[in-house]
């Protein structure tokens, strides 16, 4: 069985072979580090995060590559507001990035790179596009002639024409040609710059995603992904400097892109509070909850986040943990040699076409509907099938759930708060049994209590309680 991804630049499904068996490359465009992300902004590193799981368990070694945008007008705007340094903001929100993805379960990157650590590399690639002919210094910028790259539109299906048609393009007299994109920016007075054959400056945002990729990937790397909304001029823009610059094609040969999250801001905000930052929300709720949100809809497609959503995710996690919980306690001491593997056939024929999530997790719930049925027969403990079956399908769920970063919780959220109210409402029927002279009730109380390492000690002021294992 071979694994199909739909490629945007071929506009069709693929089967996936990658350039070195056995290995993916991989790179996803990270985030530009000026403020806290958004639920939305999380949907698009949780579906990769989930395309790497899958890849692995596969069986393929996946080398995984993001970068952080940390210099940008935006960041350098957001300094000004906070009265900070511009690397102590990318210092300030990178942390927040990298603690929310944490909390969600998407695993760090094998290189993660900043692009101000890159800037050598950059301009060695802007002196190459120079030299080719690919690229012109004007004014202290320099331009990239998209004109003297005729496949120029590949990757997002537009000619030239139809991009000037489309587009509202900055103005600026150092161009020569109104679609030519900045590799390198001319100084600005209190902007962070570096020195360059082209004077002070700063790099373009296209160039770095270019020049980091392929110094950790080389050309021709498997995989690059990022959202629908970077298509055009991002990834257009970092193919014609990756192919003007080696002289070589495809840079790239499998483009993955997310469909954008539309945020339904009120409503989120009816029913979350005010949870529209990530890092608000996994505060407030299970990460697998906020997962499931993200993978419920193909990862193609554009989805909506709003209460519907959210309560469909909420419900879906309740049924796996309240089946996860049933089922361990029922198959204890069973097992078996063979597994039919059904579920995890299925599972991996709907990830196989395209990563398809919602397939996926539709096997999930066919596979809790089956063993909760199981679990209801009257005659389960007498049915050594019935039990063997259901052993078959928790493990099953577990790696299912596991590859898709969704596994319910080990116990449920008994708090501390919880344990002293309980232990406190058992206290008072206790005494309340005393004061009515009922104390076999009373005893019996105490003594359940002790059955669960709780020790009642009597005294003046009451009684106290203290744990006893
Ligand atoms: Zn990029």
Redesign the pocket.
Known sequence: MSLAIYNTITRTKEEFVPREPGVVSM????PTVYNHIHVGNARAFIVFDVMRRYLRWRGLRVRFVQ?Y?DVDDRIIERAREENLEVDEITRKYSDAFEDVMSVLGVAPPNVLVRATDHVPEMIEMISTLIERGFAYESGGNVWFAVEKFPEYGKLSGRSLDDVRAGERVEPDPSKRFPLDFALWKAAKAGEPAWESPWGAGRPG??I??SAM?LKYLGMGFDI?G?GTD?IFP??EN?IAQSEAATGESPFVRYWIHNGMVNIDEQKMSKSLGNFVLAKDLVAEVPAQVIRLMAIAGHYRSDVDFGDAQFEDAKKAFERFEIFYRNAKDRVKGGGREELSREFLARFQRAMDDDFNTPQALSVLHDLVRQGNARMAQPDYWEDAAAVEDLHGMLEEFVLITELLGVKPREEPAASADLTEGLVALALSMRESARSAGRFDEADAIRSSLGELGIAIEDSPEGPRWRRTI
């Open positions: 790179y996803v465009c990270g970068n945008t945002w296209h770095e995603c990729s690059h990022g970077l991002h990834h970092e």
